[in-house]
């Protein structure tokens, strides 16, 4: 529990981790995996980020103007079911472990906190899930036409 230092989850490729504020170029160059910062970031985070999803609590509201670099990525509000059952899985989870008086805060107030979090994704990466969701409706429509 605590917050990471500079550069956390760099190059990061499929780990999925929580911490409760990083340094500066958090997520730099990430391809993969899953990273939740319930607390602050440092400047230019997810410069290069290509691949995987980012879930931040941007408390200050300073996050999309200050502290993101939003060259490669989009940011938006958690909303969809799935981002939420994923988001609250992985701060159970740090709670678990952890004893974490932020997570626990997170946990007992959810939909306050829901409020304060956003989604960090790569551009190019929800441009291939779109397809790759748009290829498989196409194939599930074909399997019924020819049933």
Known sequence: RGQAGERFAVRNSGARAVVEGVG???????????????GPTGRNFAAGMSGGI???????????????????????????????EELRAMVE?????????VA??????????????????????????ERLERERVAKDVAAQVAA
Do not use: Q
């Not at 500066?24 to 319930?38: A, F, I, N």
């Not at 300073?62 to 940011?75: A, D, K, Q, S």
């Not at 989870?93 to 974490?100: A, E, G, I, L």
């Open 54 to 84: 980012a879930y931040v609590m941007d408390g200050t509201h300073e996050f999309r103007t200050l502290r993101c670099n939003g060259e490669m990525v989009e940011i938006f509000p958690v909303e969809s079911a799935e981002d939420c």
């Open 24 to 38: 500066d170029h958090g997520c730099e160059y990430m391809t993969g995996g899953r990273v939740v910062v319930l």
């Open 93 to 101: 989870r740090h709670y678990r472990y952890t004893n974490s008086d």
């Open 104 to 129: 626990s805060w997170v946990l007992e107030n959810w939909d306050e906190a829901l409020d304060h979090f956003v989604k960090v994704l790569p551009t190019e990466y929800r441009l291939a899930l």
